[in-house]
């Protein structure tokens, strides 16, 4: 009757279902477990529809008008004892019964030992027995001894529950009544983590060290404390290739009454775009009679710094043309923006990965790229015609077919042809299509809008022209520029964007507008997608106030339009 049940249209009373009094014995068959209490409350919790025949059963058979069985429950759910240092003491529960019995009936009383941290006979002893009542007794009282020692310890509990009642008799909510032998012997030993959580940027490459401290207190330990460390699989979601954990146990000198030793986690860079990665570390049962603390775990967070920045389609710079020429130095990187900003190359960079490696050769950009135009990095022995072209020769463009590159803007992942830290099994990378990197003139797609930070989505995006093809350079066909647009300038690191990281407010300032104007501002994910938007006067020491409690840990950007301009910042959002 707990349950909650279905009835036919047009029996919409718990009679449609069955004969009330059937109804009820399955009532008692079946009483409330822990599992249901704990259900009813979440449910409560998170809609409201509390449902008391579930807190307290015996509701049933007053609110049916039914004859109420005789309901046997603990008088208080809780009680405690000191534990003392030596010898025994008792401890009494008392049960009652409600309404009284007009014969005799009975109740079995037990330890539960699968939910008590007390053991038996070593903390306590009781034996499991049987209550019997007689007509008209309403309560009974049942003895728990307590065994003394002078061990520091954690407070324990036994639990003891009632079962089993007999015919024409039931158990209420009040079933169980836990006993709490509370530890007189000073604080024990006990080990847990300096923190609940921490986090790292995860780089681009090579590794770093993590580092969190479990803390000994209390009493001294007579000898040596050793607690595992290891990881929860089931709440990690980084993976072998992100990280390595250096310390699987800690072990504690005999006799300290505080103490640190560090767990450390080696975490491996990568320049792969994707979600920041939790490690959640646990620790084990430890040896010498101690005891775990609050937190006995720790989330380690490996903060990602390698999302595709954020922004619509047409916004971000973007590979538009690779040459790799059959024979001869014939090696060129075309880059095109797509928007109709002018961009500024500050800050931005090409990376060559050559023969599968993880450490780059890297060529820092400089200058700007007008809305619609290209820019052109040639290898310095190029052909003249070539070379007309170029805006930059740089050693950067010493690659081949099978190596692996990278445009970045900061930490950000704007675009990549091949894989980095992998070598093709073939010649070079494949081009959906027919054709690849080596001996060949590739072309981005007039209908490709931004890049792409993995090539297992890229290469579908290029299109393969032939060898010594170069009568594209100095130009990319694009369906992003629209033609009569006033270009507005971007410009980076005078917008103020603070604190980052943050998990509760983000402030916006621009001290380079001296009057208040208003200002169009918008934030956006990892994914380009807007997050944030808001209209608002900015300039001087004006500012916004951003709330972004309601948004997932990650990388953000954040745009500021205003006078023709835009500005543009980043921003990691923690939890």
Not at 308 to 323: H, I, K, R
Request: glycine content about 10%; proline content about 5%.
């Amino acid at each position: 009757m707990h349950q909650g049940q279905t009835f036919d249209a047009g029996k919409d009373v718990i009679t449609g279902l069955a004969d009330l009094q059937t109804l009820y014995r399955w009532h008692l068959a079946d009483p409330v477990d822990a599992h249901e209490r704990e259900r009813n409350r979440r449910a409560a919790k998170s809609q409201g529809n509390y449902n008391p025949y579930i807190a307290y059963p015996e509701l049933v058979a007053r609110a049916y008008g039914l004859i109420a069985q005789p309901t046997f429950a603990f008088t208080t759910a809780t009680g405690s004892t000191l534990e003392g240092n030596s010898g025994t003491k008792t401890y009494t529960a008392t049960i009652s019964v409600d309404p009284a019995p007009t014969a005799t009936i009975s109740v079995q009383v037990s330890a539960d030992a699968a939910n008590s941290s007390a053991l038996s006979p070593e903390d306590y002893t009781f034996a499991t027995q049987t209550l019997t009542f007689a007509a008209g007794e309403t309560s009974k009282t049942v003895s728990v001894t307590v065994n003394g020692d002078t061990k520091s310890e954690a407070d324990e509990v036994v639990q003891l529950k009632l079962s089993g009642p007999s015919t024409g008799s039931s158990t209420g909510s009040a079933s169980t009544h836990s006993l709490v032998i509370t530890n007189d012997d000073g604080e024990p030993t006990t080990l847990k983590f300096a923190s609940a959580s921490g986090s790292l940027l995860e780089g681009n490459t090579g590794t770093q060290t993590y580092t969190v401290n479990v803390t000994l207190t209390g009493s001294a330990n007579a000898a040596a404390v050793t607690v595992p460390v290891s990881v929860l699989a089931g709440s990690t979601s980084a993976n072998a290739a992100d990280y390595t954990l250096n310390t699987t146990s800690l072990t504690f000198a005999a006799g300290q009454t505080n103490q640190t030793l560090p767990v450390t986690i080696t975490v491996n860079g990568d320049v792969t775009p994707e979600a920041s990665e939790t490690v959640y570390l646990t620790l084990g049962t430890p040896s010498g009679g101690a005891i775990v603390g609050n937190p006995g775990a720790h989330a380690f967070i490996i903060t990602n710094d390698d999302q595709n920045p954020g922004g619509a389609p047409c916004t971000q710079l973007y590979f538009s043309e690779y040459v790799e020429a059959s024979s001869g130095n014939n090696k060129v990187l075309e880059i095109f923006n797509p928007s109709q900003f002018t961009v500024e190359l500050t800050g931005m960079r090409v990376d060559l990965f050559a023969n599968g490696a993880t450490t780059p050769t890297t060529q820092a950009l400089s200058g700007s790229i007008a809305p619609g135009d290209v820019y052109v990095i040639a290898n310095p022995g190029s052909s003249p015609a070539v070379l007309a072209l170029a805006d930059l020769t740089s050693n950067v463009t010493f690659f081949n077919g099978d190596d692996a590159i990278a445009l970045f803007d900061g930490t950000d992942t704007l675009d990549v042809i091949g894989v980095i830290g992998q070598r093709p099994a073939a010649t070079g990378w494949a081009i959906p299509g027919g054709g690849s990197t080596t001996d060949n003139t590739l072309v981005r797609k007039a209908t490709v809008a931004q890049g792409e930070a993995r090539w297992s989505r890229g290469a579908a995006t290029w299109e393969a022209k032939g060898a010594d093809v170069v009568s594209n350079l100095g130009s990319h066909a694009s369906a992003c520029l629209l033609l009569g647009t006033k270009a507005a300038a971007v410009v980076t690191n005078k917008l103020q964007v603070y604190p980052t990281p943050t998990s509760q407010l983000l402030h916006v300032r621009l001290p380079e507008a001296a009057a208040r104007t208003q200002a169009s501002i918008t934030v956006f994910n990892a994914l380009g997608q807007q997050v944030l938007t808001r209209q608002q006067p900015l300039g001087g020491s004006t500012e916004a106030t951003l709330d972004v409690r309601t948004l997932p840990a990650g990388l953000y950007t954040v745009r500021v339009a205003l006078d023709g301009k835009v500005y543009t910042s980043r921003a990691v959002v923690q939890p």
